[in-house]
């Protein structure tokens, strides 16, 4: 690496370790003064409180990252164009490419970083979060019903369970009903009146197998009846619904493919799941807004440089969630939707950039 990479990486670093502090310390004050009443209400001791805190942090900076990666982009070659030394460089025929490399090369890898962190690091974290919340913060039992009722719970392979109650401490199941769906066609109905789980599978007791097809109807009856190869094992029926915004890429796909499976609406999590990857590369797009910006401008403060960055992260989520919106209710395709926002500042980054290699 040369010595002018580094140069310009270093002042970068500076300015987005203290764009982050800042940036994550006001959502911190803010989201305090949400909860106090929360925290006073229930006694919540000071170290609970930092532990909740604590967990939260990865999510909060992978939030105001794009945020912080503008204001740091201006802020570094701000500065380096205050002291003339944008000017050296380009004397020294060094072009505006080359002097924006290192810091489009570091904002492609905190792209590539911030997806990786999504997929492992965060989905533990935020169960993590949402334990202590429910838990420690609201004191809230964390352990489920012993009896759940009216339970719907999405199986694999196009199979829907509707279970009138199932008793989790006895894996028992009463009036239970089986929806299997193909190519969003009811394919096939199984209801019993018991289920217990016996010897590694379930035992359906006292109930009707029906078949449909295009000639009609098909029904038999049952006392006893065993289904090879049923995945689904206890534990699954005791767990509450997972809620789809806290998984991982390859878990929202599977739940996706699950939900497709049994006739369900997928527009909404498809829209989730495009974002997954559309969402990780703000970063990049920021800075390279970030860099055109600061090359061609003759001067600016930090406040001037302070404002333009919040202006455009929020104009930016402003796109992302607008997308977001549309894309849930139906009103785009899901991957436009998702990638909506990326695509207007991609091609505005695109063009500043290229005006800024221009310039003399």
């Known amino acids: 690496m040369r010595i002018l990479d580094r140069y310009v990486l270093r002042e970068q670093l500076v300015a987005l370790s203290a764009g982050l502090l800042f940036f994550v310390s006001v959502f911190i004050v803010v989201d305090v003064f949400e909860k106090i009443d929360t925290f006073l209400d229930n ?80 989905p533990g974290l935020n169960a993590r979060r949402v334990e202590i919340y429910r838990g420690d913060i609201k004191k809230q039992s964390l352990v489920g019903p012993a009896i759940r009722t009216n339970l719907a719970y999405l199986g694999a392979n196009g199979r829907t369970f509707l279970i009138r109650s199932y008793n989790v401490l006895t894996r028992e199941m009463k009036e239970v009903v089986i929806q299997e769906i193909q190519n969003h066609m009811l394919t096939g109905r199984i209801d019993a009146e018991t289920a217990r789980w016996s010897n590694g599978q379930w035992v359906f007791r006292e109930g009707y197998v029906r078949r449909f097809t295009r000639e009609g109807e098909n029904a038999a009856h049952f006392n006893e009846l065993r289904i090879p190869g049923l995945p689904e094992r206890p534990e699954d029926f005791a767990e509450t619904e997972e809620d789809p915004t806290g998984l991982s890429y390859w878990e929202l796909t599977r739940y996706i493919d699950r939900l497709h499976q049994s006739g369900g609406r997928v527009q909404k999590y498809l829209v989730d799941l495009y974002l997954k990857l559309a969402f990780p590369l703000t970063n990049l797009i920021v800075v390279v807004i970030g860099t055109a910006l600061a090359l061609r401008a003759r001067r600016g403060g930090l406040a001037v440089w302070f404002g333009l960055s919040v202006f455009i992260s929020f104009l930016y989520y402003a796109f992302i969630r607008t997308g977001q919106a549309l894309g849930h209710n139906g009103a785009l395709p899901p991957l436009l939707a998702a990638w909506i926002g990326n695509l207007f500042f991609g091609a505005l980054a695109f063009e500043l950039f290229r005006r800024a290699r221009k310039a003399p």
């Open 43 to 122: 006694q919540v001791p000071v170290q609970t409180v930092l532990l909740y805190y604590v967990v939260s942090i990865p999510g909060i900076v992978l939030q105001v990252l794009p945020m912080a990666m503008l204001l740091s982009c201006l802020l570094a070659l701000g500065q380096i164009g205050r002291n003339n030394e944008l000017t050296a460089m380009r004397a020294a025929g060094i072009g505006p490419g080359r002097i924006a490399t290192p810091l489009l090369v570091a904002a492609f890898v905190v792209s590539g970083l911030v997806f990786v962190t999504n997929e492992v690091l965060l």
